[in-house]
């Protein structure tokens, strides 16, 4: 193997293989060996090697610190044999000055020993006839010459120089029938005989019951069969923390905290194996273990990041690592790596952003703001302005997914909505470029619109029936709604914007099992937002709802402060939903003449469209559970016909079900068993319906999430997650409820006075 250059800056080209031998193996194995060996990446490398025995070009492209040229450099090692001439590799940018030689001389220097007439040459130019070393004409002039050939040509990092690579691979493809190309960049070429793989960051959780095992031997140090649950990345990270702090002691250096749980010899050939004074989980993961899986989470399964923070843990434990990268990741650097823009993550990510354009780097800082996944109206809408017109941003937002800048994560040839996310590491740079340029504010303000106006859209879907349709946009956009929600208001008039974004959530929060994490939101920001609107009425009667779903014991200071704001406001649905809530309450603590006074006052009061809460049918239905169990059920037949009057109980899922339980309560209660029998299983569809529309749809699920709604356990029960369904008669029945009702009915027996089902954990 051969490298000619000018220094660090240089291309780097390299040739390996020849006519009677095949490929320098040793070279590349070394450099393998050298960066730690592929770890991970099985899949893409037989799929690299397929791709390359079916066509002539094959594309590797991926984001900063992805290993793409780790993997070209293996499989150009694995395939180079096969080829007579074996494999040329030009490496050429290093992120430093701009070249002083075009790609068509750098190839033809790497290529004069065998095309020219030796190595002591006057130059490539010389060697290979270029007139004049055009570029155009010495592609041609390359192409000639390697018309008999049958090799590789490897162009590692050719993003800076993309436009003189496909000249030349245009001029090889059409002139050289058996040269074949292999390309890594952040960009794909763009040719049209081009077939591009795009790699992506490794798993963080491994198969289920399947150790993860590293490709290198165990004797060499890996962590063989680590844990059912560490996937590749994990794996990576253990093995560079212990190289590096095998490298430390070496050089007579601390390796790191002792007593800390961080000696990592324990994982090596045997898995993990928990010492004494290191706590342990249930499944028997010890304390590294975890911090590692932590890590490589928040990194997001970047190889570079990984191997960056691998060589922080030379003198920090794994648990301190972890907690540094909360709040970034860019600062992981390490001294010492080969190419200049692998030593810091910052510097991986800043090249690529050297190479952008000014419209994409606008559009790129301004994206920074997302939290999670966004789709072109949303970026049109926050990235418009200040200089770059609307009409500009999806092309620029196009360009930045070619780039490897921005991942599309829904398929846009696919019939779901285009979707894009940033990692977190672009995210971050972005942000500093968008605090240096001034526009942070305004950036976060257009965001915050723009997820209120996602917020209204899903509540009028939620109050038109359309409750899946509601809760799957907002779960699409779950990560930016909470942090328009997080972020500090830079005003009183920004808050108010974020208790409306919270407010129009009120079916997310009550409905949907996010009960505490709402409430949250809306105790923080009521100090900050204006007292003289109307959703502050709102939201206190909101927070004081969801203290009821939550068992907190400020419910019912945060409901009477909600109905002197709404009587001074002269809100009459704030006032009528207070008195729904405190009827809902009474009713559980099996105060029933008091929750009837409330609930029928609510009942009154509640206009008929009423928007941000429970219809006034609602109110009518639960009226008439409690005359049910109060032993009225005359009285309770009035109210499930006043209930059934509106037009809510024909498209809203939760009138309807309310309704049904009413009405299959008042049958039971009247000795009509099989009317009561069949309405009580229509309300229980209906409950089925509302923990489906709260979670994923059923039909999604992999976990036997549908079979677990039908035997009558609600979504996460059987995984320790949280219960969807409200568990108080502040909201729908839940399915274990109407359960119940449907035992006392089979059994005849009458039922319990204690409509509550039992609280479960709310997230």
Same mark, same amino acid.
């Given at each position: 193997?051969?490298?000619?250059?000018?220094?660090?800056?240089?291309?780097?080209?390299?040739?390996?293989?020849?006519?009677?031998?095949?490929? &320098?193996?040793?070279?590349?194995? @070394?450099?393998?060996?050298?960066?730690?060996?592929?770890?991970?990446?099985?899949?893409?490398?037989?799929?690299?090697?397929? %791709?390359?025995?079916?066509?002539?070009?094959?594309?590797?492209?991926?984001?900063?610190?992805?290993?793409?040229?780790?993997?070209?450099?293996?499989?150009?090692?694995?395939?180079?044999?096969?080829?007579?001439?074996?494999?040329?590799?030009?490496?050429?940018? &290093?992120?430093?000055?701009?070249?002083?030689?075009?790609? @068509?001389?750098?190839?033809?220097?790497?290529?004069?020993?065998?095309?020219?007439?030796?190595?002591?040459?006057?130059?490539?130019?010389?060697?290979?006839? %270029?007139?004049?070393?055009?570029?155009?004409?010495?592609?041609?002039?390359?192409?000639?010459?390697?018309?008999?050939?049958?090799?590789?040509?490897?162009?590692?990092?050719?993003?800076?120089?993309?436009?003189?690579?496909?000249?030349?691979?245009?001029?090889?493809?059409?002139?050289?029938?058996?040269?074949? @190309?292999?390309?890594? /960049?952040?960009?794909?070429?763009?040719?049209?005989?081009?077939?591009?793989?795009?790699?992506?960051?490794?798993?963080?959780?491994?198969?289920?019951?399947?150790?993860?095992?590293?490709?290198?031997?165990?004797?060499?140090?890996?962590?063989?069969?680590?844990?059912?649950?560490?996937?590749?990345?994990?794996?990576?990270?253990?093995?560079?923390?212990?190289?590096?702090?095998?490298?430390?002691?070496?050089?007579?250096?601390?390796?790191?905290?002792?007593?800390?749980?961080?000696?990592?010899?324990?994982?090596?050939?045997?898995?993990?194996?928990?010492?004494?004074?290191?706590?342990?989980?249930?499944?028997?993961?010890?304390?590294?273990?975890?911090?590692?899986?932590? #890590?490589?989470?928040?990194?997001?399964?970047?190889?570079?990041?990984?191997?960056?923070?691998?060589?922080?843990?030379?003198?920090?434990?794994?648990?301190?690592?972890?907690?540094?990268?909360?709040?970034?990741?860019?600062?992981? =650097?390490?001294?010492?790596?080969?190419?200049?823009?692998?030593?810091?993550?910052?510097?991986?990510?800043?090249?690529?952003?050297?190479?952008?354009?000014?419209?994409?780097?606008?559009?790129?800082?301004?994206?920074?703001?997302?939290?999670?996944?966004?789709?072109?109206?949303?970026?049109?809408?926050?990235?418009?302005?200040?200089?770059?017109?609307?009409?500009?941003?999806?092309?620029?937002?196009?360009?930045?997914?070619?780039?490897?800048?921005?991942?599309?994560?829904?398929?846009?040839?696919? @019939?779901?909505?285009?979707?894009?996310?940033?990692?977190?590491?672009?995210? +971050?740079?972005?942000?500093?470029?968008?605090?240096?340029?001034?526009?942070? =504010?305004?950036? #976060?303000?257009?965001?915050?619109?723009?997820?209120?106006?996602?917020?209204?859209?899903?509540?009028?879907?939620?109050?038109?029936?359309?409750?899946?349709?509601?809760?799957?946009?907002?779960?699409?956009?779950?990560?930016?709604?909470?942090?328009?929600?997080?972020?500090?208001?830079?005003?009183?008039?920004?808050?108010?914007?974020?208790?409306?974004?919270?407010?129009?959530?009120?079916?997310?929060?009550?409905?949907?099992?996010?009960?505490?994490?709402?409430? +949250?939101?809306?105790?923080?920001?009521?100090?900050?937002?204006?007292?003289?609107?109307?959703?502050?009425?709102?939201?206190?009667?909101?927070?004081?709802?969801?203290?009821?779903?939550?068992?907190?014991?400020?419910?019912?200071?945060?409901?009477?402060? =909600?109905?002197?704001?709404?009587? %001074?406001?002269?809100?009459?649905?704030?006032?009528?939903?207070?008195?729904?809530?405190?009827?809902?309450?009474?009713?559980?603590?099996?105060?029933?003449?008091?929750?009837?006074?409330? %609930?029928?006052?609510? =009942?009154?009061?509640?206009?008929?469209?009423?928007?941000? /809460?429970?219809?006034?049918?609602?109110?009518?239905?639960?009226?008439?559970?409690?005359?049910?169990?109060?032993?009225?059920?005359?009285?309770?037949?009035?109210?499930?016909?006043?209930?059934?009057?509106?037009?809510?109980?024909?498209?809203?899922?939760?009138?309807?079900?309310?309704?049904?339980?009413?009405?299959?309560?008042?049958?039971?209660?009247?000795?009509?068993?099989?009317?009561?029998?069949?309405?009580?299983?229509?309300?229980?569809?209906?409950?089925?319906?509302?923990?489906?529309?709260?979670?994923?749809?059923?039909?999604?699920?992999?976990?036997?999430?549908?079979?677990?709604?039908?035997?009558?356990?609600?979504?996460?029960?059987?995984?320790?997650?949280?219960?969807?369904?409200?568990?108080?008669?502040?909201?729908?029945?839940?399915?274990?409820?109407?359960?119940?009702?449907?035992?006392? #009915?089979?059994?005849?027996?009458?039922?319990?006075?204690?409509?509550?089902?039992?609280?479960?954990?709310?997230?």
């Amino acid at each position: 193997m051969r490298t000619r250059g000018d220094g660090e800056d240089a291309a780097r080209p390299e040739r390996s293989g020849g006519r009677a031998g095949g490929p &320098d193996a040793g070279g590349a194995a @070394v450099a393998g060996s050298a960066r730690g060996g592929l770890v991970g990446r099985a899949e893409e490398l037989a799929a690299l090697r397929r %791709l390359l025995a079916q066509g002539r070009l094959v594309t590797v492209v991926g984001g900063a610190g992805m290993g793409k040229s780790l993997l070209v450099e293996h499989v150009a090692a694995a395939v180079g044999g096969s080829l007579p001439d074996g494999v040329v590799r030009v490496r050429w940018w &290093d992120g430093g000055r701009t070249r002083r030689r075009t790609v @068509v001389q750098t190839v033809a220097e790497v290529l004069d020993g065998e095309v020219g007439p030796g190595e002591d040459s006057a130059g490539p130019s010389d060697s290979v006839g %270029l007139a004049g070393g055009g570029a155009a004409v010495g592609a041609a002039q390359i192409a000639a010459c390697l018309r008999s050939r049958r090799m590789l040509l490897v162009l590692d990092d050719f993003d800076p120089v993309r436009v003189e690579c496909v000249r030349l691979v245009r001029a090889l493809l059409e002139e050289a029938p058996e040269v074949r @190309v292999l390309a890594a /960049g952040r960009h794909p070429l763009g040719l049209g005989d081009e077939t591009v793989l795009r790699l992506g960051p490794l798993a963080v959780a491994g198969d289920a019951g399947q150790g993860v095992r590293s490709p290198a031997d165990a004797d060499a140090g890996t962590y063989a069969d680590v844990s059912s649950e560490a996937g590749p990345a994990v794996v990576l990270f253990l093995e560079r923390v212990r190289a590096a702090r095998r490298g430390s002691t070496r050089a007579g250096l601390d390796p790191g905290p002792a007593g800390t749980g961080d000696d990592l010899s324990s994982y090596a050939r045997t898995g993990p194996a928990p010492r004494p004074g290191a706590g342990t989980r249930p499944d028997g993961d010890p304390p590294d273990l975890r911090a590692a899986r932590e #890590i490589c989470r928040r990194l997001e399964g970047v190889p570079l990041a990984i191997e960056l923070a691998a060589a922080q843990a030379v003198d920090r434990s794994l648990g301190r690592l972890a907690r540094m990268l909360e709040s970034g990741q860019g600062w992981l =650097a390490a001294r010492g790596a080969p190419l200049r823009r692998h030593r810091s993550l910052r510097a991986a990510v800043g090249s690529g952003y050297a190479l952008c354009g000014t419209a994409e780097r606008t559009v790129w800082a301004r994206l920074s703001v997302f939290a999670g996944d966004f789709d072109e109206d949303a970026a049109v809408f926050v990235c418009g302005g200040g200089g770059l017109g609307a009409q500009d941003v999806p092309a620029a937002l196009a360009r930045l997914v070619l780039a490897s800048v921005v991942e599309p994560v829904h398929d846009p040839g696919g @019939v779901l909505t285009p979707r894009f996310r940033m990692s977190a590491a672009v995210r +971050e740079f972005g942000a500093e470029r968008l605090r240096s340029a001034g526009e942070a =504010a305004a950036a #976060i303000s257009r965001h915050l619109y723009w997820h209120g106006h996602v917020a209204s859209t899903a509540h009028h879907l939620w109050s038109t029936g359309l409750h899946e349709q509601a809760t799957a946009l907002v779960r699409d956009g779950e990560a930016d709604l909470c942090a328009a929600l997080t972020r500090q208001p830079s005003g009183a008039d920004q808050a108010s914007m974020a208790l409306a974004l919270a407010v129009d959530l009120w079916f997310w929060w009550a409905l949907c099992g996010n009960a505490r994490e709402g409430r +949250e939101h809306l105790l923080r920001l009521l100090p900050l937002g204006r007292t003289d609107t109307p959703v502050c009425g709102q939201a206190l009667w909101l927070a004081g709802w969801l203290a009821v779903c939550t068992g907190s014991p400020d419910a019912a200071d945060l409901l009477g402060q =909600a109905w002197r704001v709404a009587l %001074l406001a002269g809100d009459d649905a704030t006032v009528g939903r207070v008195c729904h809530v405190l009827g809902a309450l009474a009713l559980d603590e099996g105060r029933t003449e008091r929750a009837i006074a409330h %609930l029928r006052e609510a =009942a009154d009061t509640i206009p008929a469209h009423a928007e941000h /809460g429970p219809p006034a049918a609602v109110s009518w239905a639960l009226l008439a559970v409690a005359q049910a169990q109060a032993g009225r059920p005359r009285d309770a037949r009035r109210s499930v016909r006043r209930a059934l009057a509106g037009s809510q109980p024909r498209h809203d899922l939760w009138t309807r079900c309310m309704t049904q339980y009413a009405q299959a309560l008042v049958d039971h209660l009247r000795g009509r068993r099989s009317r009561a029998w069949r309405r009580a299983h229509k309300a229980l569809a209906g409950a089925i319906g509302m923990a489906g529309a709260a979670r994923a749809p059923v039909a999604r699920r992999a976990d036997g999430g549908g079979a677990a709604l039908l035997a009558g356990e609600a979504p996460g029960a059987a995984d320790g997650g949280a219960l969807p369904a409200v568990t108080t008669m502040a909201g729908p029945p839940g399915v274990a409820l109407v359960h119940q009702l449907i035992a006392d #009915i089979a059994e005849g027996r009458p039922p319990k006075p204690c409509l509550t089902a039992r609280r479960g954990p709310d997230r």
